[in-house]
């Protein structure tokens, strides 16, 4: 059974950081890109970074761009998502997903088939 459980989430206050953990299993791990997404109270999910191992591909979106770094241990099955300089503007839920999916500037999330189930994040000003 293909699993992923998101952890991390939490209140934090602007300027902040966070690192939210994306634990697999139940697939081969390094054979699909990892996104992480995020979804804002009354607006659509977006994509906020992703990490494939095949090719080395990273992405981020450009609101998170010098700020949000992706990474994954392929040896805890677990993808990273470290969150700096915090705005209230990345409020959100965010989960992670899987996907035999692109992983650029072309990411989308009907791509990725596999979805956690979220952890919220939310940041006060």
């Known amino acids: 059974e293909v699993q992923l459980v998101e952890s991390g989430g939490g209140g934090v206050q602007a300027g902040g950081s966070l690192r939210l953990a994306c634990a697999v299993s139940?697939?081969?791990?390094?054979?699909?890109?990892i996104g992480w997404f995020r979804q804002a109270s009354g607006k659509e999910r977006e994509a906020v970074a992703c990490i494939r191992r095949s090719d080395g591909n990273t992405f981020y979106a450009t609101s998170v761009l010098g700020r949000f770094t992706i990474s994954r241990d392929n040896a805890k099955n677990t993808v990273y998502l470290q969150m700096n300089s915090l705005k209230s503007e990345d409020t959100a839920v965010y989960f992670c997903?899987?996907?035999?999916?692109?992983?650029?500037?072309?990411?989308?999330?009907?791509?990725?088939?596999?979805w956690g189930q979220g952890t919220q994040v939310t940041v006060s000003s």
């Open positions: 997903a899987a996907g035999l999916a692109a992983c650029d500037n072309s990411v989308s999330a009907p791509e990725y088939n596999h």
């Open positions: 139940g697939f081969t791990f390094d054979d699909y890109a």
